[in-house]
């Protein structure tokens, strides 16, 4: 992941990354809609990083960084 976001302790509870076979669809959708499934990774750790945080300072414009290597 770009910058060292990605952290497995992050996602390893939820089953679109624990789980091989809704892996398997999500890849398949992100590939349908062309979107990289390093970026909604990256959504997804951003979110869950700051979810215990009254407010989320910077959270957009870092989803704009994200958002923005989609080709």
Do not use: S
């Amino acid at each position: 992941m770009a910058d060292g976001y990605y952290d497995e302790g992050y996602l390893n509870d939820l089953p679109l990354w624990a789980d091989e076979d809704a892996q398997a669809a999500m890849e398949k959708v992100c590939e349908k809609h062309g979107v990289p499934v390093d970026v909604l990774t990256e959504l997804v750790m951003v979110q869950r990083e700051r979810q215990h945080q009254e407010r989320a300072h910077g959270i957009y414009q870092r989803f704009e960084e994200i958002l923005g290597r989609i080709e």
